[in-house]
């Protein structure tokens, strides 16, 4: 299950620190800003050490997804020279920051409008059954979470999820299916379209605007 955000839970560590590699790109953000401006790198900054939790969690038995404990919020902000509220404040309001453990791959189904018109519920409806967990949890053997999002942005293909970077649209019960199979032998997925169009061009395939408004008696 997921568990909730808690500053001082259990599952906090003790102590974060960026490693090696990520220190220098820890120097590389913050010169992009001016002097005394450092702050604007808070969010790049979470970006990087969710992204390290990642990477590291791999190798955890069960894997751990991206997140960002306090102790690492702390460390930003002590890099920054800033009230750690302060970055509390950034990460607890995107939703892009995960501020407790998930599992090794993040379903973020959509569920607005576009995407429920188009069939989000049968998706919602695979990946609860087919994983056998609800919005919020985590499978036991830490590979999946799964949640409920607001528009990702590509209502033009829907319906879509978001799986950790990679959106998969156009999905069917069938199509969802074989992603999280693919997935739970931690094998890749082909990512966009699940229907083989490409890009966001019509269903009926591409056209231009010259030949629509032919057809349209306008030109």
Known sequence: MKKPFDLYADYQPESFEFNKANKK???MIIAKYPKGRQKSATMP????AQ???AEEGIKANPPVGGWIPRAAMDKIAEILDVPAVKVYEVASFYSMYNLAPVGKYLIQVCTTTPCWLCGSDEVVKTCKDHLGIGMNETTKDGKFSLMEVE???ACV???MVQ????YYEDLTEKTMKEVLDLLSEDMKPNVGSQKGRKGSMAVSGPTTLDKEAKKAGVA
């Open 151 to 153: 528009c990702l942005g």
């Open 163 to 166: 799986i950790n970077d990679d």
């Open 51 to 53: 992204r390290q939790i």
């Open 25 to 27: 790109k820890v120097d």
């Open 45 to 48: 900054l979470l970006d990087l």
């Open 157 to 159: 293909n829907a319906p």
